[in-house]
């Protein structure tokens, strides 16, 4: 299996030329189609409930991010979102386990956190856990995601 991408734009899934396999896919419903199958397929090892959280903080994700790259690593737990290839465009992963969903931040460590949402001890990056939908929910999430795509933006120039 390799790495699929779409892109959300406008609470809309967009096709990015893309690779699959060998060939490359410009149907916007193909890589759609691929994306979520591809997605479905890693959720399948884990519990039920951590796949409902892993769904609602992926449609969190693209909403807040328009036009945002999904990558589904092929052999890690991880669902990488970014505006580019590489670390440069990296803004934030999903981090999947048996006991629950993270939504890890680039570069989130120098982030303003008044909510204190960000956990781990990371230099650089941090993480949000996300056990239940209400976690979702909590204010300054969208925030944090926002502000890590303005320091993605900024490392950038």
């Known amino acids: 299996m390799t790495a699929v991408s779409l892109i959300a734009s406008d609470n809309h899934l967009v096709a990015k030329k893309c690779r699959i396999g060998h060939q490359h896919v410009h149907d916007r419903n ?62 934030c992963t999903l981090i999947l386990s048996q006991a629950g969903t993270k939504l890890g931040l680039t570069d989130s460590a120098a982030l303003p956190d008044p909510l204190k949402l960000l956990r781990g001890s990371g230099k650089k990056h941090r993480y949000v856990p996300i056990t239940t939908a209400a976690d979702l929910r909590k204010p300054g999430l969208r925030e944090l995601l926002e502000a890590a795509d303005a320091r993605r933006r900024d490392r950038n120039r």
């Open 30 to 91: 193909v890589v759609n189609d691929m994306t979520d199958k591809a997605f479905e397929q890693k959720l399948a090892r884990y519990p039920l409930r951590v796949q409902a959280v892993a769904r609602k903080t992926r449609a969190l994700v693209l909403s807040a991010l328009p036009k945002v790259e999904e990558t589904i690593d092929p052999s890690a737990p991880v669902v990488g979102y970014s505006y580019g290839p590489g670390y440069k465009g990296l803004i």
